[in-house]
């Protein structure tokens, strides 16, 4: 109960209103792929992308 009363009054004080720790699971699943795809074009330049690859070091495994 405690959690909850101070999660209301953080989401009151940021002007979100006590409530709307109701809404934001519904806000979320109604984001698409669309929305997500739009926005992404605003901030992501592909020219300026760098690719990092993870993984196991295999050009040692391949000397061997």
């Given at each position: ?38 926005v ?25």
């Amino acid at each position: 109960n405690d959690a909850f009363g101070y999660h209301c009054a953080l989401d009151e004080l940021y002007g979100l209103g006590f409530r709307a720790g109701d809404t934001y699971a519904q806000c979320i699943t109604n984001v698409t792929a669309a929305d997500v795809q739009r926005v992404a074009q605003g901030y992501l330049d592909p020219e300026g992308r760098t690719e990092v690859i993870v993984g196991p070091d295999v050009s040692k495994r391949l000397q061997a």
